[in-house]
């Protein structure tokens, strides 16, 4: 058991989910066009997720903060089932701690405005395609970015800039929930599972979908890392090829 890795994915995740939502309730604040509040809402998820990454906790645990990209690293092998658990477990546990302090700190007029929700008159199916697509291509561009000593420090910011553009692009379409732990911790909160299974299955299908392409596309490679922060002087406890210690 890990428990300063689980600990560290804890913390991370109820930060990143914060700054997210302290985001949205910002630009409820505001009376601008959507493409900005959505710009506004990506930046301050994307923000959350490069604080931790590069952080302390995020060099510990990696950085993971998606039960997706958890599963994803997994199902490569580099993660034991057990921590793999246990990780998403703390991302989960996070998710809900960063939700409660976000409507304790703040005074929301509508705090459904926390949900990843589909847009008005979009089907449910289009909203399973558009979520399965960008988790799909999110654990695609981390794999990418972690198989490369060039570009593994740079892992954190390219996804962040990600973020963004999805939020930008799709918030009208899904909400552009990409994250099981985003949706899941204002929900539990506000008791209000509209739709979760349908984000849930995406994000599942989306990280099975991205393994097997990946593996098909390099011949069965494994990235060589499993943190976000790649090269970093913490220790690791996962079974990859990169230059980090051992965690005994």
């Keep these: 058991m890990h428990w300063t890795e689980y600990f560290c994915e804890f913390i991370g995740t109820a930060i990143h989910i914060f700054a997210g939502l302290m985001g949205i309730y910002l630009v409820s604040l505001v009376n601008v066009a959507d493409i900005v509040k959505f710009f506004v809402i990506g930046l301050f998820f994307a923000i959350g997720l490069c604080v931790v990454v590069y952080s302390p906790l995020g060099k510990r645990s990696g950085g993971h903060l998606n039960p997706a990209v958890t599963i994803a690293f997994w199902l490569h092998k580099l993660m034991r089932g057990t921590d793999a658990i246990w990780y998403i477990a703390a991302q989960f546990a996070g998710a809900v701690l960063g ?97 979760i299974l349908i984000y849930f299955t995406a994000s599942v299908l989306g990280a099975f979908a991205a393994y097997g392409l990946f593996r098909g596309a390099t011949g069965g490679a494994q990235p060589v ?4 922060c790649y090269k970093n002087e913490e220790s690791c406890l996962f079974k990859c090829n990169c230059e980090f210690k051992p965690l005994t």
């Design 99 to 195: 939700a409660w302090a976000a409507f304790a700190i703040f005074d929301w007029k509508s705090p459904a405005a926390t949900l990843a929700l589909p847009g008005a008159d979009v089907s449910l199916p289009l909203v399973l395609l558009v979520e399965f697509g960008i988790v799909f291509a999110l654990i695609i561009a981390i794999f990418s970015f972690v198989s490369s000593s060039k570009s593994g420090k740079l892992t954190g910011i390219g996804i962040g800039i990600y973020i963004i553009m999805v939020t930008v692009l799709f918030s009208a379409v899904s909400g552009a929930g990409l994250n099981p732990a985003r949706n899941l911790g204002p929900a539990l909160l506000l008791i209000r599972f509209d739709f």
């Design 225 to 228: 890392c499993c943190k976000l």
